[in-house]
């Protein structure tokens, strides 16, 4: 599947990949906003690093491109990076590509089951949701009572590489709108969509069995010995979210980030 994918990203650069011819609008407009020469000059130095660019490629081509995953396979995909590459930046780049499809399908009255506004990241401990919080919400205020600086936010600061210039209104809107973690999650619509932040308890489960079509995100753990949250393993939790997926009919995708430095796969992409 990987020498597929390579072979269809040639020309991306220079807008001739043939990785263009088989993708929405939506996607084509970003990856030329992401990746093409003009852009990656323009931006002095912002751009993504090369085991992020193949990781956010990767996982578009095997979503979209027909013939790079068969036609069967469960809606998994996993995102090899070493540590320290900045899984955060590919994250955003990913839940943009998702909700900007998802934005534009329903604006041509399309019911496309690939894209969702629906999404959870999964972080079991408290450093890993505080960082997910400061790259959607920011930092937080001083004596702000949990309020946090949202121009301080990863999205907000890395807006001229994520987001083409003439969207990023609705994705700013979008996120300071439903973003929930823990106890909030119960007071979120929905049906709106929603970027829930969560340690991976039962109740996430129950929460997101409610949704009509979903993304998780999600991180194999680095240490030996199983995680419990609340008396649960993780690999547990992962065997109720895949019964979740498969009632789902292809609507719950689960995108898994794996540290690439401890199996010695690469990253490097075309």
């Known amino acids: 599947?990987?020498?597929?994918?390579?072979?269809?990203?040639?020309?991306?650069?220079?807008?001739?990949?043939?990785?263009?011819?088989?993708?929405?609008p939506t996607t084509v407009d970003l990856l030329r906003w992401w990746f093409g020469h003009e852009q990656l000059g323009a931006r002095a130095g912002l751009n993504f690093l090369p085991?992020?660019?193949?990781?956010?490629?990767?996982?578009?081509?095997?979503?979209?491109a027909p013939g790079t995953r068969q036609a069967d396979a469960p809606l998994l995909h996993r995102v090899r990076l070493p540590a320290g590459a900045g899984r955060v930046r590919v994250l955003l780049a990913l839940l943009v590509w998702q909700l900007l499809?998802?934005?534009d399908a329903l604006a041509a009255q399309v019911d496309d089951p690939r894209f969702t506004r629906h999404f959870m990241a999964v972080?079991?401990?408290?450093?890993?949701?505080?960082?997910?919080?400061?790259?959607?919400?920011?930092?937080?205020?001083?004596?702000?009572?949990?309020?946090?600086?949202?121009?301080?936010?990863?999205l907000v600061r890395l807006a001229g590489l994520l987001i083409p210039a003439g969207r990023r209104d609705e994705v700013f809107a979008f996120v300071c709108g439903s973003v929930s973690s823990g106890a909030d999650m119960d007071r979120m619509a929905p049906a709106d969509g929603v970027v829930a932040i969560t340690d991976g308890r039962l109740e996430a489960l129950e929460w997101l069995a409610?949704?009509?079509?979903?993304?998780?995100?999600d991180a194999?753990?680095?240490?030996?010995?199983?995680?419990?949250?609340?008396?649960?393993?993780?690999?547990?939790?992962?065997?109720?979210?895949?019964?979740?997926?498969?009632?789902?009919?292809?609507?719950?995708?689960?995108?898994?980030?794996?540290?690439?430095?401890?199996?010695?796969?690469?990253?490097?992409?075309?």
């Open 51 to 64: 085991a992020q660019r193949w990781a956010i490629l990767k996982t578009i081509a095997a979503h979209e």
């Open 101 to 103: 499809n998802h934005t």
């Open 123 to 154: 972080a079991p401990h408290p450093l890993a949701r505080d960082r997910l919080l400061g790259a959607f919400c920011g930092q937080p205020l001083p004596g702000g009572h949990g309020a946090r600086d949202f121009g301080t936010a990863d």
């Open 210 to 217: 409610r949704l009509p079509d979903l993304m998780v995100f």
């Open 1 to 24: 599947m990987n020498r597929n994918i390579r072979t269809l990203c040639k020309g991306l650069g220079t807008g001739e990949a043939g990785l263009l011819e088989r993708v929405t």
């Open 220 to 270: 194999e753990e680095r240490h030996h010995g199983p995680v419990r949250v609340d008396g649960v393993t993780r690999a547990a939790w992962r065997q109720h979210l895949r019964r979740i997926a498969a009632a789902r009919d292809g609507r719950c995708v689960h995108v898994v980030f794996a540290d690439s430095s401890r199996d010695g796969k690469g990253t490097a992409g075309p």
